[in-house]
């Protein structure tokens, strides 16, 4: 309860004597505070429904019972506590189930009373929410008077909904009628052509719509603003003492990047020298200048004077000046950016590229673009060694392969991969020849047959009988030569010195060959050379006689150095790609290369400036896309 005489102290010290009683059509056509309303509903309702007192109450953010409005206003809060401390408990059932509540108050203590008092308390909901409630302390002598008291005071909700309509509504077309002048502003904005008309058209518009004496509109030149405009004026220099104070005040708001208004509140801490001399030389009047932005940076003031009895409202008339200078500043700005001559204009645009680039705004960004700046220079003119990367396979100087000299089955294997074998005298493996010596045999003895023959035809005298039996003698002794010739091929020897580098063959002893089959490589490793794949697209930047080097992929660390011997003219896929062969010469070969090993290579392919070098390929590949 402590809090709540509290709240009634308050409402006592705050509320102005309360007028006479009012009609319900006069408290609806009511446009007054909030508080005075709240006052003069309860008069109203306590005067309908004969009511003695009246209280609205609501809980507060600390949980405690707050009063808004009373009546009538107590004499002392003793006297109001008297009736308000028996509604709490009701009260607070309200809040938990949004109904009225009705509960007789203690008997009077008068006996010719014959009225019985009543304390009611209704509830007041807000989109389905109870807010607060009003609590009416009557008199009724009987049950039907209480109804219909009841019925009446349960109005209440309704009469505080509908001011609460009627406030939001009068809001809705205050806040229309601001923006229809804006509106009207802007249109008288977009119609002159010029930078001159549409300031003029600005001032005046703002001057005759907020009733000011003066309006002016300064632009930002170099470092110091210009009024460029001014209201109900044609002409004006910049002599004038006014003019130089207006400007003192436009100065003060750019530099601020913030609003000033004359005369300022007691908390404000902005700074508002300029205005207020401003205002006292060249007044008394009220003052206030708003920051015209572009990209966030300040270009421009517009400062409004009028009677210093007319101070500007800050939600009213200082939030529509500031929408209108938001709106109309792209275009304002577009139009004093294109005035005047070609040359003037070019030469305030390169101004202002000066200003920004020796300015000190964007320091570490300026930083980059310098270094950036040296850096392309020093790439474009500082030459380097081009070097064009490639892979290469190691190949053998002499390289043979032994094929199967007909078709059979593999009988042996006698060597392994990396064996070192002798022309004429290592053994490389052995065919099968079992079948092949049996048609032998048979040939022999076909040609044992034949010879018979022709001795008994010779015999008889039958000299063209002899002489075909003599034929086929021949015909089947050349077949037992090719089939002697086969079975002595039968034992592969190495045609030359060498290494094994073919694959181990012994698992496929058994196996059936093909005549032609590879069946061994040999190669000679102490006379290799590089074979060199290089990309289409580099092919052009290489000729014979070109060094560089290479590293093996088992050996990275050991560079080889090489010279380019041969290109191979037509170019061939490898792994999706165009490429040339290129033979290279190896200037030293080393213990551990083998033909068969890869790695990469570097062709050093002349001076070239580290900007061609980085950037020829993406040029390459852009000029074919747009076909240059």
């Known amino acids: ?43 109203t309702q306590c005067q309908q429904a004969q009511a003695d007192a009246a209280v609205l109450l ?102 505080l909904e509908h001011h609460e309509l009627q406030m939001t509504t009068k809001k809705h077309v205050e806040t229309m009628d601001r923006l229809r002048r804006v509106m009207m502003v802007l249109d008288a904005i977009n119609r002159p052509a010029r ?33 460029k405009a001014m ?83 800050r939600i009213k008339e200082i939030e529509a000046v500031r929408l209108t200078c938001d709106l109309c500043a792209r275009r304002l700005l577009e139009l004093h950016h294109n005035d005047g001559w070609f040359v003037t204009r070019l030469l305030k645009e390169a101004r202002q590229w000066v200003g920004k680039l020796v300015g000190h705004e964007h320091t570490w960004a300026k930083i980059v673009a310098a270094f950036l700046f040296v850096a392309v220079m020093l790439l474009a003119t500082v030459k380097g060694e081009y070097r064009i990367h490639t892979t290469f396979a190691l190949k053998a100087q002499h390289q043979q392969v032994v094929v199967a000299p007909f078709d059979t089955f593999s009988k042996s294997v006698d060597v392994e991969p990396g064996d070192r074998v002798e022309a004429g005298k290592t053994v490389l ?55 002697e010739k086969k079975i002595e091929q039968a034992n592969i020897v190495a045609p030359i010195n060498g290494w094994v580098i073919s694959e181990d063959r012994k698992q496929q002893i058994g196996a059936p060959v093909k005549a032609g089959e590879v069946l061994f490589e040999i190669a ?46 037509i170019a061939e896929v490898v792994d999706h790609q165009n490429v040339f062969r290129v033979r290279a010469r190896i200037f030293e070969q080393l213990e551990w290369m083998r033909p068969g090993m890869e790695g990469e290579a570097k062709i050093s392919a002349g001076k070239k400036t580290y900007l061609w070098i980085y950037s020829h390929g993406f040029v390459n590949w852009l000029r074919m896309k747009l076909w240059i």
């Not at 953010?61 to 808004?68: A, I, K, Y």
Request: with cysteine; charged share 20%; glycine share 4%.
């Open 1 to 43: 309860m402590a809090n709540l005489q509290e709240s009634i102290k308050q409402q006592n010290r705050g509320r102005a004597e309360s007028a006479s009683t009012k009609t319900v059509a006069d408290l609806l056509a009511m446009d007054g505070p909030p508080q005075q309303f709240l006052a003069e509903l309860l008069a």
């Open 58 to 159: 609501r809980v507060g953010p600390s949980g405690q019972s707050e009063v808004l409005a009373t009546h009538p206003r107590p004499e002392t809060d003793r006297d109001a506590l008297s009736w308000i401390r028996q509604i709490e408990r009701p009260f607070r059932k309200v809040m938990l189930s949004a109904e009225t509540v009705i509960i007789k108050e203690a008997a009077s203590s008068s006996q010719n009373d014959h009225f019985q008092r009543y304390l009611m308390v209704i509830p007041i909901k807000s989109r389905g929410v109870v807010k607060a409630a009003a609590a009416f302390r009557l008199r009724a002598d009987q049950p039907q008077k209480l109804m219909i008291s009841r019925a009446y005071l349960e109005t209440t909700p309704l009469l």
């Open 195 to 227: 930078f001159l008309g549409a300031a003029m058209a600005l001032c005046n518009e703002i001057a005759l719509w907020l009733n000011c004496s003066r309006v002016s509109l300064g632009f930002l030149e170099g470092r110091t603003v210009q009024v």
């Open 231 to 313: 209201s109900h004026t044609d002409t004006f220099s910049r002599e004038m003492q006014v003019v130089q104070a207006i400007e003192a005040a436009m100065e003060e708001c750019l530099d601020q990047d913030l609003e000033i208004v004359h005369p300022a509140e007691v908390a404000a801490t902005v700074a508002s020298r300029a205005a207020a001399e401003l205002a006292g030389r060249h007044g008394p009047s009220a003052v206030i200048s708003l920051p015209i932005r572009q990209e966030g940076e300040v270009a421009a003031v517009l400062t409004l004077e009028r009677a210093i009895d007319q101070p500007f409202d």
């Open 429 to 483: 493996g052995t065919l099968e020849t079992a079948e092949l010596r049996l048609k032998l045999a048979a040939l022999q003895a076909e040609k044992l047959g034949y010879q018979k023959q022709m001795t008994a035809f010779m015999r008889d005298r039958k000299t063209a009988d002899a002489q075909i039996a003599e034929t086929q003698s021949r015909k089947v002794t050349a077949q037992i030569r090719l089939i």
């Open 524 to 569: 000679t490793i102490d006379s290799l050379w590089a074979e060199l794949h290089v990309p289409e697209s580099s092919i052009a930047s290489i000729t014979q006689g070109f060094t560089g080097t290479m590293a093996s992929v088992g050996h990275p660390g050991q560079k080889v150095g090489f010279t380019i011997d041969r290109i191979n003219p």
